[in-house]
């Protein structure tokens, strides 16, 4: 992105409990990208390249992980907008919701050790055609935190054998897996790759400061996916 291109806006929402959306504002500013706040009450979302939901306890995880969250008001609007080839980005907390909604295939579970977990994690990347990994190199390692209770995916062998054969696996663990996750699946996409699930955190891996930078190659991805989302229509 030059200094001379437009910033392409991005959408982060909050929910009740959100603990992460500045954070995220914060990484995607300082990769370039124009932050849009979105309140949970909205039922409409602003002209946006692509949309953000933050980790953390959306309505204090009260009865599941992101499930109260999917009949905020503006799920609606997520889920049309994604429906349209939109792209959605849900980071632990937001990969929750997205399951829950039916976006993701798969369910989190309490993690297999039953206590929180929070340390930097090697990742593998499993595919660098998506709009969220197009600035990483095959079967790159990645280290980026993870910091959850409810960690663990998970999908019956039937699902399963559907995901690895659509590859719609993007993100796996390096060794074992922190929280018992099926087939060590850190990240998964939709069919049509426009729909992220992760639970790694790579808004704290953006700078050096610290410990690792590599979350930039996921949400550089994001912003340069969401700039040529924004400038498509205007070369049709």
């Known amino acids: 992105?030059?200094?001379?291109?437009?910033?392409?806006?991005?959408?982060?929402?909050?929910?009740?409990?959100?603990?992460?959306?500045?954070?995220?504002?914060?990484?995607?500013a300082q990769l370039g990208a124009e932050v849009v706040?979105?309140?949970?009450?909205?039922?409409?979302?602003?002209?946006?390249?692509?949309?953000?939901l933050p980790g953390g306890f959306s309505y204090g995880d009260y009865l599941r992980a992101g499930a109260l969250a999917l009949i905020a008001p503006v799920m609606t609007s997520v889920?049309?907008?994604?429906?349209?080839?939109?792209?959605?980005?849900?980071?632990?907390?937001?990969?929750q919701v997205l399951c829950e909604a039916g976006l993701?295939?798969?369910?989190?579970?309490?993690?297999?050790?039953?206590?929180?977990?929070?340390?930097?994690?090697?990742?593998?990347?499993?595919?660098t055609d998506t709009p969220f990994t197009s600035?990483?190199?095959?079967?790159?390692?990645l280290t980026i935190p993870v910091k959850h209770g409810?960690?663990?995916y998970f999908v019956d062998e039937e699902l399963l054998a559907e995901l690895e054969a659509s590859?719609?696996?993007?993100?796996?663990?390096?060794?074992d897996s922190p929280n018992g996750s099926v087939a060590r699946i850190a990240g998964v996409v939709n069919v049509d790759?426009?729909?992220?699930?992760?639970?790694?955190?790579?808004?704290?891996?953006?700078?050096?400061?610290t410990g690792s930078s590599h979350g930039a190659f996921v949400l550089g991805s994001l912003v340069d996916a969401a700039l040529h989302a924004v400038a498509q229509p205007a070369s049709v």
């Open 104 to 127: 993701l295939p798969g369910v989190l579970r309490p993690n297999r050790s039953l206590t929180f977990v929070c340390r930097d994690t090697p990742l593998t990347v499993e595919r």
């Open 1 to 28: 992105m030059t200094a001379h291109e437009p910033k392409p806006k991005v959408a982060v929402v909050t929910f009740p409990g959100s603990n992460d959306d500045k954070d995220a504002a914060l990484a995607l």
């Open 79 to 95: 889920r049309a907008f994604a429906d349209e080839g939109g792209l959605v980005l849900g980071i632990c907390n937001g990969f």
């Open 150 to 152: 409810e960690g663990c």
């Open 167 to 175: 590859d719609q696996v993007v993100l796996r663990y390096e060794g």
């Open 37 to 52: 706040p979105v309140w949970h009450a909205e039922e409409a979302l602003p002209d946006v390249g692509a949309v953000v």
């Open 193 to 209: 790759a426009n729909v992220l699930g992760l639970l790694p955190h790579p808004l704290h891996a953006v700078d050096p400061v």
């Open 135 to 141: 600035r990483c190199r095959p079967a790159q390692q």
